[in-house]
Structures are given as C-alpha cells and as structure tokens.
C-alpha cells in the first residue's frame, strides 16, 4: 500500500500564492509579480521533491499457495523417472 505523501500539498500551496500573486498584481498592488514568481518557484520545487521521493509503504505478502499432492499412479501403471527412457 503506498504512504502518504506531503509534496502534493506543497505544490498546490505554491498554486495558492501564485494566484494570489497573480490576482493581486492585477489589482495594482506593488511587488507582487515577485510573490507570484514565488509561488512558481515553490510549485516546482515541490513537484521536483515529489519526483525524488521513493516509494514508500509497505507491501502486503501473500501466502504461498500449497503445493499440491502427488497422486499415487493409477493401478497397473509404473512411475518412470525422469531422464529414464
């Protein structure tokens, strides 16, 4: 089963500041071309370390399935081993 991974939540808060960037930019307010560069940089950056992250969890075993039986051979019939002809 895989863990949990934080990085996805990074690159969206990184979104987050990105659009708020953007939006406030829009609006005239000074300097946040800078915030919304930020937030690029921080949703790369996440999703960089969310590439670089290993597996993780933890894998479930299965059982080995029994193996079965020989079946006895049928009467009248001899077992011939293997490699003998």
Same mark, same amino acid.
């Given at each position: 089963?895989?863990s949990?991974?934080?990085?996805?939540?990074?690159?969206?808060?990184?979104l987050?500041? +990105?659009g708020?960037?953007?939006?406030?930019?829009?609006?005239?307010?000074?300097f946040?071309?800078?915030?919304?560069?930020?937030?690029?940089?921080?949703? +790369?950056? +996440?999703?960089?370390?969310?590439?670089?992250?290993g597996?993780?969890?933890?894998?479930?075993?299965?059982?080995?399935?029994?193996?079965?039986?020989?079946?006895?051979?049928?009467?009248?019939?001899?077992?011939?081993?293997?490699?003998?002809?």
């Amino acid at each position: 089963m895989p863990s949990q991974s934080w990085m996805p939540m990074g690159a969206a808060s990184g979104l987050l500041i +990105f659009g708020m960037g953007m939006t406030l930019m829009t609006a005239g307010v000074p300097f946040c071309g800078y915030v919304a560069i930020a937030g690029l940089a921080v949703v +790369f950056l +996440f999703i960089f370390l969310w590439a670089l992250e290993g597996p993780g969890g933890y894998h479930i075993a299965v059982p080995e399935p029994e193996k079965p039986s020989t079946p006895a051979p049928a009467p009248g019939h001899q077992r011939i081993p293997a490699g003998h002809h």
